[in-house]
């Protein structure tokens, strides 16, 4: 049995994070609804771009569901504590759903590519079998990532103190607990694979934009080169949000932040990016924001009025 400390940070501070995460929560869960639900229903959303942004949707609803709830229930409770099995469940689903996300992100970064780059050729490498092909082995590999790095990390030998100083079963926190000979080398490869497969996709993601941008370039007009990029940036922000808050937790040197603040940070990450992508995809994509307001916006002023 772990128990998740909470007492390095300010009680009068909890009902605040409550209030905060469980606005976003529901924001994440609303928004990212909006999205698939306006897709749908737009048949002329139907295309490969849209296809993955509905599943991105559907990782970031499950990712936010699988962490969250339990998040704001312990926020508030007095009895924290949670079996080693429901800990494990909390980091399986935490690594499946956030290596699916940066999978995806990475095939969206392709999807890109391939428009832009080799428009003629579209139709027939991102046909609608390719697109569910690809959709389908980003969530395997989320899969096995998820279930890889869990296995791994609770082979470890856990002594002395069963505390995790944290408001999630957090895979640093965790590894802190952890005791052994092999512990440091085991600690090091769990790093080394979720650091690997990380800046593996973000490496084909620039690869991408290196492309994109030389072809856009190659555009005579100014109207064309900005008509073009504007159908990126959505995604070019969303990346830059997700890697650069990962960035600021998984990679930062040791002892430069105190326990509480590590703990914020990641928890904040955890709640804030799912809140964030469906911003930034229905205010900075035009073609999906008009269709939201066809759909939605204007019935429901319509209604109101």
């Known amino acids: ?46 295309t490969p771009m849209y296809l993955f942004l509905c599943a991105l949707s559907i990782s970031e609803i499950l990712f936010t569901v699988a962490i969250t709830p339990r998040m704001l229930a312990d926020l508030l409770s007095t009895h924290r504590s949670i079996t080693f099995v429901s800990c494990a469940g909390q980091m399986f689903f935490s690594f499946m759903f956030g290596f699916t996300h ?24 991102m046909s609608p079998h ?37 408001f999630v079963c957090h895979v640093l926190s965790l590894l802190k607990l952890a005791c052994g000979n092999k512990t440091s080398s085991v600690i090091m490869g769990v790093m080394l694979v979720c650091v690997t497969a990380l800046i593996g996709c ?42 650069s808050f990962a960035s600021l937790i998984y990679l ?25 992508s469906p911003i930034i995809f229905s205010l900075r994509n035009k073609e999906l924001k008009n269709a939201i307001n066809k759909n939605f916006y204007r019935k429901f002023c319509t209604l109101s009025s």
């Not at 940066?102 to 490498?125: E, R, T, W």
């Not at 959709?135 to 995790?164: D, Y």
């Not at 930062?252 to 964030?276: E, I, N, Q, R, W």
């Open 1 to 46: 049995m772990l128990k998740n400390s909470r007492d390095t940070f300010p009680q009068q501070l909890l009902p605040v994070l409550f209030l905060l995460y469980l606005l976003m929560f529901l924001f994440t869960l609303l928004g990212n609804l909006l999205i698939m639900a306006t897709i749908w229903i737009e048949h002329r959303l139907h």
């Open 102 to 125: 940066s999978f995806l992100l990475m095939v969206m970064g392709y999807d890109g590519y391939v428009a832009i780059c080799h428009p003629l050729h579209y139709n027939v490498l």
């Open 130 to 166: 390719d697109c569910a092909r690809l959709v389908a082995w980003t969530w395997a590999g989320g899969s096995v990532m998820g279930m890889m790095v869990t296995m791994i990390v609770f082979h470890l030998t856990f002594c002395g103190s069963n505390v995790i100083h944290h």
């Open 202 to 243: 973000l490496f084909l993601i620039i690869l991408s934009y290196v492309f994109i941008v030389a072809a856009i370039l190659r555009i005579p007009s100014a109207e064309g080169r900005h008509k073009t990029f504007s159908t990126c940036v959505s995604h070019l922000t969303v990346v830059v949000v997700h890697y």
């Open 252 to 276: 930062k040197p040791k002892g430069l932040h105190s326990m509480y603040s590590d703990a914020l940070m990641a928890t904040t990450y955890t709640v804030f990016t799912p809140f964030l």
